[in-house]
């Protein structure tokens, strides 16, 4: 069993879950959120000072101790917002912080009388917006038991209003600032999970269409090439036929090594006519051929047999026994595996490991090098076409992007995974296709 590891890159599939804000969000919110903390500041100086004038009778130096202690808190969080393991954490947080300091201040200055008390909405629709589900539903059960309790400490308040239907008015107002905060909560949550769903699916069809230009431009120069050569082919395959049949002719044994070499280049030719029709069909694209039951052991055995001796004795292979199969196009399954093995026995001398696992519908294919690994620079492009690790010359940096290709078409994907001198792995999942109903995964 290969299982995904940390320093992976995997090919795009389906877009992630938005049940959750991703953290840059709350890492960009960060910033207006302290702008927003220095508005509440001066705002809360200026109502403060305001309703002094008006009214009167206001304590002064507790109001002044927690605006101040909302100014110092902002301070800390300037300074330490660049050190924080999490920005969704800190975001929530500082929010919870804000919604505790809110109710103080309401408290002192009128609890559930005060107008202000509306402000809980603002922390609970920023949670929605930046962080997600949790945190929002979190801010808002604290925003209601908070408004709640400010009910407690001013219950001589009534007798001061001398109105027996404030107190209801006041509690209904409670019921409505529930109801608002739930509804908040769920309208503005569901609302932010769907753009950030049409945020992922945008970001995935702009990768898709990248990847089809990138893959054009590959089969263009497939194609071409196989056109362009295949006339110089033909005119080296009539000359050594030409050139066979005057060796023949010579007497005894005098053009026996000739003829050798006459048959090689033959060979060689109709080797490369096969090399440059597989570029021309295989270039990223299925070969138009139906998906055929595979049986695992067979196709390790084709393997095997199409690797030279010396790359045959570093090959190990592992979970290819008790007659697993899968239902997929043979040849594609054949190029992704082969170009996967190029890469790895190219990447260095040491030992390279297959590996097959079963993954319900999924056939898991891993191959394992013990080269050099790559750096997350590297890592980050790797499956890019024409980018290569290799030295200049040694390849085109086509194969990994040709077997990721095949894997999407046959509804898998590849991931690789690599770290500087620890060598690379590449996972490929295939799933099992049924065109007539009878195939599946043994």
């Known amino acids: 069993m290969v299982p995904v590891a940390q320093g992976s ?10 049940a959750e804000a991703p953290d840059y969000r709350a890492e960009i919110s960060l910033d207006w959120l302290i702008r927003l903390r220095w508005g509440a500041v001066a705002g809360q100086a200026a109502v403060i000072a305001a309703a002094e004038a008006a009214f009167g009778g206001l304590p002064l130096g507790r109001l002044a101790w927690l ?17 924080a393991g999490s920005a969704r954490v800190l975001c929530g947080a500082t929010l919870t912080f804000d919604t505790l300091l809110l109710t103080a201040l309401l408290y002192a200055t009128g609890g559930a009388y005060n107008p202000f008390s509306v402000i809980y909405l603002v922390h609970i629709t920023l949670a929605a917006v930046v962080l997600g589900s949790r945190w929002t539903w979190f801010l808002a059960a604290l925003a209601v038991g908070c408004y709640g309790l400010l009910f407690f400490g001013h219950r001589s308040s ?15 107002m409670w019921v409505a600032f529930a109801v608002a905060a739930v509804l908040t909560a769920y309208f503005v949550v569901k609302l932010s999970a769907e753009l950030g769903r ?27 090439a196989a056109h362009e050569l295949g006339t110089p082919l033909a005119t080296i395959a009539v000359a050594s036929t030409e050139l066979e049949r005057a060796i023949r002719a ?76 899968i239902t997929a196009p043979r040849i594609a399954l054949q190029q992704v595996a082969q170009n996967l093995l190029d890469n790895a026995f190219e990447a260095g001398d040491g030992e390279v490991s297959l590996s097959f696992e079963r993954l319900g519908p999924m056939l898991r294919m891993a191959v394992r090098d013990r080269g050099r690994g790559m750096d997350p620079d590297e890592l980050a492009r790797a499956g ?28 898998g994907r590849l991931q690789v995974e690599s770290r500087p001198g620890a060598g690379t792995t590449v996972i490929v999942d295939v799933a099992s296709a049924e065109p007539t109903g009878s195939g599946r995964l043994a």
Do not use: W, Y
């Open 67 to 83: 605006v101040g202690l909302l100014g110092v808190s902002n301070v800390v969080l300037l300074a330490t917002r660049r050190r």
């Open 158 to 172: 009534e007798t001061a209003h001398a109105m027996v239907g404030m107190r209801l008015h006041l509690e209904g």
């Open 198 to 224: 049409r945020d992922s699916e945008v970001a995935e069809m702009r990768l898709s269409a990248s990847r089809q230009q990138r893959l054009a431009s590959v089969t263009t120069l497939a194609a071409g």
């Open 250 to 325: 010579l007497p005894g044994a005098l053009g026996a090594p000739l003829l050798e070499d006459a048959e090689l280049i033959r060979s060689e030719i109709e080797r490369c006519r096969a090399i440059l029709t597989r570029l021309a069909s295989d270039a990223g694209q299925l070969p138009g051929e139906a998906p055929v039951l595979v049986r695992v052991e067979e196709f390790v055995g084709e393997i095997r047999r199409r690797l030279p001796a010396g790359r045959l004795q570093r090959l190990l292979v592992s979970g290819c026994e008790g007659g697993v199969s």
């Open 384 to 411: 890019e076409p024409f980018f290569s690790t290799k030295s200049p010359g040694a390849g085109l940096g086509l194969g990994l992007f040709i077997a990721r290709t095949l894997a999407e078409q046959m509804g």
């Open 9 to 18: 890159v995997i090919a795009p599939g389906a877009p992630p879950s938005p």
